[in-house]
Structure formats: C-alpha cells, structure tokens
C-alpha cells in the first residue's frame, strides 16, 4: 500500500496533476532501510486518462516534497526523505505524439528509447533523476 505523500498542479497544463507516493512506514522502520536505495516515483496524471500516468519521475529515494520550477515548469525539482534533492526535466513530454508512447517490437521502451510502431501496447515513459 502507498500513501500520497505529495500533490502539485503541473503548471500551464489544464486537468493535469503530479502525486508523490510513499511507503506508510514508521520512523523506526525508515531509518533501518536508510542508505539502501529504494526507487520512488511521482506519478502525473491526466485526467483525460485517469487509468495510466501521463510519465512518471523516477527518484532513488522516496519524496515528501517537490516543486515545479516556476520559471521553467520542464524543471522539477524533489526532497527525498534522506535529505537528497533530486531534478528532473520533462522537456517535450507533453507535446510527444501518442504514438510515441507505444512499446515497439524491439523491446525498447521507458527505458530504452521511443518507437513509434503502431499496434503496440502503450507504455508510460519513466524520467529518472539528473
């Protein structure tokens, strides 16, 4: 089970949110796993889509806060909960054709590259952190 431990409007996108979720573990708990790496993710929603995140943003730690950049929102910048900041740019995400999206028969995909083979299972993207 995960918690919502953060929620933001993503900036000049209508109908469009970022949730960070995390592990409802108790203090006790959190520090016994400190120092391991435990990927987290933010995941942002359209909600012409509630069903699949629109991308998600890889952290290698779980976030309690983050922020986008006012000035620039293709920057977002995260608080881990070891005290890590972590920065991601999603630059040309939103404008990224459907078809963009979709897994092709090479296997690439999130993590691998985009294809835009039609006909294929439709991916999210995973950004990981700078």
Known sequence: MQVVSAICWVPNRKGVVACACTDPASQTDRLATMGRLTPAYILVWNFRDPIHPEYVLESPHEVFSFQ?????????????????????????LETMPPAAKQQGKSGRGAGGGWDDSAGEEAITPIIRHK
Not at 72 to 89: A, K, L, R
């Open 68 to 92: 986008y950049n006012p000035s620039n929102p293709d920057i977002v910048v995260g608080g881990c909960y070891n005290g890590q900041i972590v920065v991601w740019e999603t630059e040309g």
